[in-house]
């Protein structure tokens, strides 16, 4: 018997939540002078960061105000407290169900000390965060939340139902609607009037004297819909208005003809087709400021499928030439995420911080539009001339190869200046430049060991034209360019790990293409590609073949390369890493590597394939063999030689020879950006002892001397310097 009770009372409890909003507020209509104000939160919608979060009483509100001298949505004013701080005035009530509360007494202006008669407040900006601010609960989409304020006594109208996320332009919860399917809308208003509904122009519904009013309509045309609420009262007319999508039938197409993922430029210059590799989702929109796009999603927009249901595309005509569009693609109706092959994005959070001394007539980012990173397209765009047609790469035995981070080797850290500064390097003896990864990364000023998207140069460095003109000027000059990547893992802002994302555990789905859903070795950072997947190993191959000839670029030094397997040295979350076992010979990540080197070999003959591994010696001599060249760390031994420590100052293992391997591709170093500087070493750590201080600074300056002369010695190819 308390099992047939259980059903029903499971259904009520999923139909409450159901009806739930991420924000709802009392009274509907708040104004400057309510009060009290309650603003109530369920941490099970949005991005969910606080659901199911403990301890219950650490929730806090990051609170401020938009108003008429607002310049944005990010201009928040007479924000209230401060990130990070646990202060009793700021701390959410908690409620139940994974719902908290923060109420606001004595009016709005006051509570946020606005003396100014002439500013007005349009909308309340709101967070809700743990104490340490490390956990914040936003939208869906990942932007703040506001709350529309109105005026005091003056008419006004909403929808209540269907509900609407709490973003800077309200926007429905995702609605997912087909011809013959019905609506049920319901508007509120502040004063009681006459209500009409509208769709499409059509009235549905009227009442009169009356606060709120409703309409289930049946949905008989697919394409844009339109909702108006109407609220008439005396002389006053006020309206809401609820846009969303009624989904056409879905056309089952192949691709065109040579149409690959991503971005296919068709000769004319006026049209594009688009793919997106996407199985098992229901339907995929493209939506940006594309020729009557508008930033909303449209049936001309509506992607076809391919038969076997795992790419969707489209093609797009009428584009000018020349003309850089702004574009992302619509999935399932809810999910916005940039195209993974995009050659240039652009990021509403970090493009703000790059001068148009670095990159000038950057396209301005669309806000209040969309949310989340937007893809580029360029048809007719302008292309580089190269000019370096006698060059030659060096041997890679020979490879003396000055590792750079364009960051912090140059206070403009753009490639115009960098080029300018090639006759130092050049001087130095180089014959190779390793720049740290330059495709796009998480923020600007990182290492770039947290790659989202592959294809596109990072802009903070500068536009992509002069990008191909510092590698130009290198080969001129002999010098050869090699390319540090991450494609161990990649982080969240990728659309790939976006598309399959499991929010119950906050990792990829387990039915994601390309990642693993927990990493399988350790000291992943990001999330770990699986590169066993076919899925994986085509979008390597598309990388590796755009720099080698877009770019020019000679080569890739793979940053963690001993993550590419699929050997279990961890558990089931990730944890309890058996780092041994990892680095022991596995002939799984061997075939990998071998088929990735092979790849890199048809894409341009004679390219560097430079590994990061640290395996046993037995799985790197196989691909030194097969003619990959390997990071070999010499730091500690060459820091104990130079700080006068003889003890584990033996520095022979950086012979290949000693190694037992048959050809001399080990890349030798005593720095890189991962260890301390040996001059910092002799300075902290010199043996000191009798009359004779190695932390004597022009002593510690000889003994690098000594040590460098040790190291130049030793024969093949050696990373000789780390800039970081």
């Not at 908290?100 to 709005?108: A, D, H, V």
């Not at 500013?119 to 709350?147: H, T, W």
């Amino acid at each position: 018997m308390k099992k047939l009770l259980l059903l029903p009372v499971l259904f009520l409890l999923f139909s409450l939540q159901g009806f739930s909003q991420l924000l709802s507020w009392n009274p509907d209509f708040a104004t400057e002078s309510s009060n009290p104000f309650k603003i109530t939160m369920d941490a099970s919608k949005g991005n969910q960061q606080l659901f199911f979060y403990t301890p219950t009483d650490d929730i806090y509100v990051h609170i401020g105000v938009i108003t008429n001298k607002s310049t944005s949505s990010s201009d928040w004013r007479y924000t209230k407290f401060e990130w990070g701080k646990k202060l009793a005035a700021a701390q959410a009530v908690y409620l139940n169900n994974n719902k908290w509360s923060y109420t606001i007494t004595g009016g709005l202006r006051a509570y946020f000390g606005i003396t100014d008669a002439t500013e007005k407040i349009e909308k309340i900006a709101i967070l809700f965060r743990n104490g340490a601010g490390s956990k914040v609960q936003r939208n869906a989409d990942g932007s703040d939340m506001f709350i529309p304020i109105y005026t005091d006594g003056a008419l006004a109208v909403r929808f209540v139902a269907p509900l609407f996320q709490p973003t800077y332009k309200p926007t429905p919860e995702i609605i997912t609607k087909n011809i013959g399917n019905t609506i049920t809308v319901t508007a509120n208003s502040s004063q009681a009037a006459t209500l009409n509904l509208y769709l499409n122009g059509s009235l549905i519904q009227t009442a009169s004297a009356a606060t709120t009013i409703s309409a289930t309509p049946t949905l008989t045309v697919s394409g844009n819909q339109q909702v108006i609420a109407e609220a008439i009262n005396g002389g006053e007319t006020k309206r809401d208005t609820l846009n969303f999508y009624v989904t056409k039938p879905i056309t089952v197409a192949a691709l065109p003809n040579g149409a690959v993922n991503g971005i296919n430029y068709n000769p004319d210059g006026t049209s594009v087709t688009l793919v997106l590799y996407a199985p098992s989702k229901s339907r995929v929109n493209v939506i940006g400021d594309l020729p009557n796009s508008n930033w909303i999603e449209q049936a001309d927009y509506q992607m076809n499928k391919t038969p076997d249901g795992k790419q969707w595309w489209l093609t797009i005509n009428g584009l000018t030439p020349g003309t850089e569009y702004s574009y992302q693609y619509l999935v399932d109706g809810k999910l916005v995420i940039a195209d993974p092959y995009a050659e240039k994005i652009l990021d509403p959070w970090n493009d703000k911080y790059i001068l148009p001394t670095t990159y000038p007539n950057l396209k301005p980012y669309p806000a209040n539009l969309t949310s989340g990173i937007v893809s580029i397209l360029q048809t007719s765009k302008p292309s580089y001339t190269w000019t370096a047609s006698n060059y030659q790469r060096p041997d890679k035995r020979n490879l003396v190869i000055y590792e750079l981070l364009v960051r912090d080797f140059i206070a403009n850290h753009d490639w115009n200046t960098l080029k300018d500064t090639l006759n130092y390097l050049k001087n130095l003896g180089i014959n190779a430049i390793e720049l740290m990864p330059l495709n796009e990364f998480e923020g600007n000023e990182s290492w770039g060991y947290n790659p989202d998207f592959y294809f596109a140069p990072d802009k903070y460095y500068g536009p992509e034209n002069t990008l191909k003109a510092f590698i130009d000027e290198c080969h001129k000059n002999g010098i050869a360019v090699i390319m540090d990547i991450a494609l161990n893992h990649s982080f969240g802002l990728s659309p790939m790990v976006q598309l399959y994302w499991d929010a119950n555990n906050n990792r990829p789905a387990s039915n994601n293409p390309w990642f693993n859903a927990v990493p399988k070795h350790p000291f992943n950072v990001g999330y770990d590609l699986n590169h066993d997947k076919p899925e994986t190993k085509y979008y390597v191959s598309r990388i590796v073949e755009h720099w080698l000839k877009e770019y020019k670029i000679d080569g890739f030094r793979f940053d963690l390369s001993k993550g590419f397997t699929q050997k279990q040295t961890c558990d089931n979350n990730g944890n309890n890493c058996d780092v041994g076992a990892w680095g022991a010979y596995d002939a799984g990540r061997i075939a990998i590597w071998k088929a990735y080197y092979d790849t890199v070999q048809l894409k341009s003959p004679s390219s560097y394939c430079i590994l990061e591994h640290f395996a046993d010696n037995s799985e790197e001599m196989e691909l030194s063999n097969y003619g990959m060249l390997l990071w070999g760390n010499s730091n500690h031994t060459y820091s104990q030689a130079s700080m006068g420590w003889q003890s584990e100052s033996d520095f022979s293992y950086g012979f290949a020879n000693v190694r037992n391997w048959q050809n001399p591709y080990l890349v030798n170093y005593m720095e890189s950006h991962d260890e301390e500087r040996i001059m910092t070493n002799n300075l902290l750590y010199g043996n000191a002892s009798g009359s004779y201080s190695v932390k004597d600074l022009n002593t510690a300056l000889k003994r690098q001397e000594l040590t460098a002369a040790f190291f130049f010695t030793i024969p093949g190819p050696k990373n000789v310097v780390a800039i970081w």
